[in-house]
């Protein structure tokens, strides 16, 4: 398995346009999680599944934000009516255990 | 608001120099993780520690978790410039999530 794989890995887009990124994860991997990574910071929490099941999502998530894992495979994130400060790096990750590795993150900048 | 918070912020030294990165929470984590992250890459991880006190040596990088499960330190010794990097540490609490520090930039100069 070549790891957690993300697409796009850039976006530029406009204020108001939506967006989707996917994230493919490692196949055997049952968990799948999104970040959000700005400048200076951390990777920060925004939402967690568990196969297909959405369990847990941050008060970071605004309703313009929306993500799915049909199936419990690949997982979407969509961003509508983008706003400058969605402008940062999306992160995924999976794992089986405690364990979480990321795929290589898909920038957004919102002019 | 990070739960964890790491020191330095930034760490420039020589190629062949002994460096130390800390991480250190007013909460009590399952799991910490370390990882490294290249500018523009997702964060890759180096090492996860479970047990108050355990000491993980991989190679010239040397990870201790505290004896309460409180703080971590990484210490690398006879830094290259392939040690060049962001180093983050993450705490895990619950059976999900992770909680990332702000990371220490460390530049190894040749």
């Known amino acids: 398995d070549t790891g957690v794989s993300q697409d796009p890995r850039h976006k530029i887009t406009k204020r108001g346009q939506n967006v989707t990124f996917r994230c493919d994860p490692i196949?055997?991997?049952?968990?799948l999680y999104w970040y959000r990574q700005t400048l200076g910071q951390g990777p920060e929490f925004l939402t967690y599944?568990?196969?297909?099941?959405?369990?847990?999502k941050s008060r970071l998530l605004s309703d313009r934000f929306s993500a799915e894992r049909p199936k419990g495979s690949f997982s979407t994130l969509e961003i509508q009516r983008t706003e400058q400060g969605d402008s940062a790096m999306y992160l995924c990750?999976?794992?089986?255990?405690?364990?979480?590795?990321f795929g290589p993150g898909t920038r957004l900048t919102v002019t | 608001t990070q739960l964890l918070e790491q020191s330095p912020q930034f760490l420039s030294i020589q190629e062949g120099e002994n460096l130390t990165v800390y991480c250190n929470s007013s909460?009590?984590?399952?799991?910490l993780q370390w990882y490294r992250q290249e500018p523009g890459e997702g964060p890759v991880l180096l090492v996860t520690v479970v047990t108050g006190g355990e000491v993980k040596k991989l190679k010239r990088l040397t990870f201790q978790f505290g004896d309460a499960r409180k703080d971590s330190s990484l210490h690398i010794t006879a830094a290259q410039p392939g040690d060049t990097g962001l180093y983050l540490c993450?705490?895990?609490?619950?059976?999900?999530?992770?909680?990332f520090g702000a990371g220490t930039t460390v530049t190894v100069r040749a």
């Open positions: 909460s009590v984590f399952s799991s």
């Open positions: 599944f568990q196969n297909e099941a959405q369990l847990e």
């Open positions: 196949s055997e991997h049952n968990r």
């Open positions: 993450a705490g895990g609490m619950d059976d999900y999530k992770l909680s």
């Open positions: 990750a999976s794992s089986s255990f405690n364990e979480q590795y």
